[in-house]
């Protein structure tokens, strides 16, 4: 039951469980970990003696114990740990327990560490130290080439779609010619910088290896994708993904065949962006809501949804001057770029929180 309800809240990954102290003990020796829950009442060794053997490994774990005991007759017996769970276990008890660690848990530095590729904004390389290499590319083909392979993530790419990505308008012997010659030009520059990438080639096709290298859009999906609630133990690992996203998609460059995968980004970006908001607001953190949602106008000027949300903020905030200007503000950046007024769903929606006593725009 505490395996399903951590998970639930989203933000941890479980190692390991054991129902025994020993094997859990022999599972630390081997492997790194930020938490223990441990059970007051376990075989061969007693939940007490387990921890005191945790600190002595490593002191830096934390250690949250389970038990049928009450949490001051604990305390009273000097037991170290950050936290107590009784049993039953409540979920309400166990989020508090969780946000508790998520304080003392560092959210991952995505700027130290690891070689870095960045594709949000403009392509960039950082080396393990957070400094940003210089890589001078032979040819504009060459650091499109490189970043079509980075775009399909490791993934086998035929050589026949290549050419008709990158050199559409030669005849196939000519391409296939530049596509030999990109590719030594791009392995020469990666052994130069002594970057750990390389092209692969088999059967026809190439695909690029990242060999711990981290990739800002790589991690931005896999945080996205989790779909996990915010909460407040996952908002730091929410947080870290928002601000990977520097910029849209390689934005610097007028590449066709990225288009799509920006405007799948961005999207996601927002969708990020407008849920740590909703978080924010209804967790008393209005003003920081309503600076992200801000920060978010540039990306979609003439979104109606995000000029909802802000207003939404505004009369949480019990603001109805700011309510007024932004909305007054926003009729008139649609007025004058596209000559078109805002929706009557939205006006009413503007009105019903104009009209309300300043005391009742939170209700």
Known sequence: MLERLISDNGGFRIEGKYTSARAGLEHLAKSKVDVVFMDMDMPEVNGLTAGEHIQQMDPGILIIYVTAYSEYALEAFGIPALDYLLKPIDPKRLAKTLGR?????????????????????????????????????????????????????ERWVNKEKLLEALWPDYLKDKALTYL???????????????????????????????????????????????EARITSVTVPMYEAAASLYRGDYLQEYDYVWAELKKNQLLEHYVDLVLNLADYEAANGMERQALRRLRELQPKCPYSEELCRRQLAVCARLNDRALLDNYFAKFAELLRYDLDVEPSPQLVQFYQQLHNNKPSDLNA
């Open 180 to 226: 030999h010659t990109t590719v030594s030009q791009i392995r020469k520059l990666l052994r130069e910088q002594s970057l750990p990438i390389t092209i692969e080639y088999s059967l026809d096709n190439y695909r690029l290896l990242l060999k711990g290298v981290h990739y800002d859009v790589k991690e931005f999906e896999a945080a996205v994708a989790k």
């Open 101 to 153: 660690i998520a304080q003392h848990v560092p959210p991952t530095n995505h700027s130290t560490s690891h070689p870095w590729i960045r594709c949000f904004g403009q392509l960039s390389f950082e080396g393990a130290d957070g400094r940003e290499k210089q890589l001078k590319w032979k040819t504009g083909k060459a650091q499109e080439l490189f970043v079509y392979l980075l775009h399909e993530q």
